[in-house]
């Protein structure tokens, strides 16, 4: 372990993060790549900073003169240096989403499209280049992360664009389109015939071993504060407004307590007004620790063996669990869990309705929105924002079998004529299906 460590206060005068403090004794600890609280209790260390200083960096005017990325924001965020790695990540569309609203119910419902994130297409690009920009700060040469699917794909692509070496952990049991996304961009691929969990103890030891800057173990405290960036450009996009209630899935529970926190640091240093959020959380029901622990009135998890067809939030021994159900009950808001059949459903209703092909971590959110709109949980005119965190064309698997098939006729205009009318015979007789 080579890497030089230098801390915020010698390299930069106008960086705003001064420590890392333990999120259960509030022992701080120097800038480095350190995740835990190793000299008292073991719980996990995150990013504090000078508000005050943030304050009297920021206004609305200057953010909104800033890039048009997550680096808008980087008086929030924890690197020193003026030239962040800026692949376009972030300022993903906030969609109105009356179509869908309608179907459930709701009036005045939007959708956070991460599914266009850039460079790869889901939320983790936000985090990626947070962690491996802080990662080229502390001087290392090769990065790595234990993935569920989309992190590879980020590391490995963010990595490329920064010249630095990657290798990448991952399930053996991913989609297609996960592990071919990862391997475009030529890291090493190690496939762990395992589940996540399981991978996430393995890059452990190899955070050890190595002194690779591993982007959710060793770097995580840099990692997680790129999802505050999903708080800040909703509240940007509503007009300088927090929403009422919004709807997230949760794997670790990291990005859900990170919206909650980037809210916050709105509030803070006066860039939007106070206001009571209601945070609600999605799982699929192969996968649900945190909804469990959250329907039996629990305050710790119980850790669950995986088996759902939404892998990217698969992950049985969630870090951040118990600070999301926190933040769920705190804020009155729910935690749900759906089946993998409900699942598909989201994802399909999601499309159908708004135009959007998401995952399924996305079919998960929509199809948690629908049972909660349901059952009264969402009042139909608060202003909620469901958070679509990846794309559909990498989880092809998921809806094969779902959806219909292309007409194959021939280059004639007979051969059309046939086929549009068993096409519309067919769409009535689907439409007489759904009546009875
Ligand atoms: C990783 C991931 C999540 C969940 O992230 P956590 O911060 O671990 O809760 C949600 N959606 C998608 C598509 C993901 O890849
Ligand atoms: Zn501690």
């Known amino acids: 372990m080579t890497q030089t460590v230098h801390t915020a206060a010698t390299a930069a005068s106008s960086a705003t993060f001064t420590s890392l403090t333990c999120k259960e004794c509030g022992e701080t600890y120097d800038l480095g790549a350190k995740h835990v609280c190793e000299d008292v209790c073991f719980g996990p260390l995150e990013v504090t900073y000078d508000y005050e200083a ?18 808008r924001y980087r008086a929030f965020l924890p690197v020193e240096t003026e030239t962040p790695i800026d692949v376009g990540t972030g300022m993903t569309p906030l969609l109105k989403a009356n179509r869908l609203a309608r179907r459930l119910g709701l009036k005045s419902l939007y959708i956070k499209n991460d599914a266009v994130n850039m460079p790869t297409l889901s939320f983790k690009d936000r985090v990626v280049s947070v962690a491996l920009t802080r990662a080229r700060e502390l001087g290392f040469t090769t990065v790595s992360c234990a993935s569920t699917g989309n992190l590879a794909n980020s590391t490995a692509a963010i990595a490329a664009h920064a010249g630095l070496d990657c290798c990448v952990f991952i399930p053996a049991d991913l989609e297609a389109g996960k592990v071919l996304g990862t391997l475009i961009y030529d890291p090493t691929v190690m496939a762990v015939q395992g589940n996540y969990d399981q991978v996430n103890r393995l890059c452990s030891e190899v955070a050890n071993t190595h002194g690779w800057g591993f982007v959710n173990i060793n770097l995580r405290p840099y990692y997680s504060e790129g999802s505050k960036t999903l708080g800040f450009e909703v509240a940007e996009q509503l007009g300088w407004q927090l929403p009422d209630h919004i709807v ?8 859900f307590g990170k919206i909650y926190k980037g809210f916050n640091e709105f509030v803070k240093v006066g860039l939007v007004e106070e206001k009571a959020v209601r945070f609600s959380g999605a799982q699929a029901e192969g996968c ?34 118990v600070y999301a159900l926190e933040i769920a009950r705190k804020t009155n808001g729910n935690i749900e869990a759906v089946t993998d059949a409900e699942v598909v459903e989201g994802m399909k209703l999601l499309a159908e309705t708004e135009g959007i092909f998401t995952e399924t971590a996305g079919g998960t959110t929509i199809a948690v929105l629908k049972k909660l709109a349901e059952a009264g949980k969402i ?31 021939e280059p004639k205009l007979d051969s059309f004529e046939r086929a ?3 096409a519309q015979t067919l769409e009535r007789l689907e439409w007489q299906q759904t009546l009875v």
Request: no cysteine; proline share 9%.
């Open 420 to 422: 549009w009318e068993r």
């Open 379 to 409: 009042n139909p005119d608060e202003t909620t924002v469901a958070y679509i965190t990846g794309n559909g064309l990498k989880t092809q698997e998921a809806v094969q079998g779902y959806i219909g098939e292309p007409h194959t006729i």
């Open 288 to 321: 649900s620790p945190i909804a469990q622990a959250f329907k039996e009135g629990r305050d710790f998890i119980t850790p669950v063996k995986p088996n759902t067809i939404a892998k990217s939030i698969a992950i049985g021994n969630p870090a951040d669990g």
């Open 248 to 255: 997230a899935p949760l794997a670790s529970g990291s990005l």
């Open 54 to 71: 943030i304050r009297r960096q920021v206004t609305r005017e200057s953010i909104q003169a800033g890039p048009n990325s997550i680096w």
